[in-house]
């Protein structure tokens, strides 16, 4: 049944797509220099436990800002701040244990695109995805549907 859920809304979005002008539905938004330098801070930060700052676009502005900046977190932590019908990108430094002991602690972006959003909104998120990758060097990233599929399991097997 959530299969069938998920292909509707897929076609959706393809006929939203068909229905623009693929410039005006893919709008890739700018990062907000307030933005950026944060993102440089979170980059170097010297703080050892998982820490995640969640990001939102503003759509009139065209901008990726800053919507919260979560400390010492879980998992379950960030979920419980996801919104239910709006998607979020979240870029997470994760405390990883190697199987030799060693600590390392991935920067990875994770994009939450829950399945109720609209679908221009999604799109407007999706077009903007690769840019913020892209400018803020995350090679690491996934795509999940709903909060409580970011679990530590995933996590750890995905990045």
Known sequence: MQILIEL?????DLLLLLSFNMTDALKICEIAADL??????FRFSR?????ALILKIDPVKQLIILDQKLEDCD???ICDELPVQQ???????????HDDGRLSYPLSLVFYSPSGCKPQLRMMYAGSRNNLA???ELNRNLEIREPDELTRE?????L
């Open 8 to 12: 509707e809304e897929l076609i959706k």
């Open 36 to 41: 950026k330098d944060e993102l440089e801070r």
């Open 47 to 51: 703080k050892r436990s998982t820490n």
């Open 75 to 77: 998992p379950d932590m």
């Open 87 to 97: 998607p979020r990108y979240i870029v997470i430094s994760y405390e990883r244990v």
């Open 134 to 136: 892209r400018k803020c």
């Open 154 to 158: 995933l996590l750890e097997l995905k």
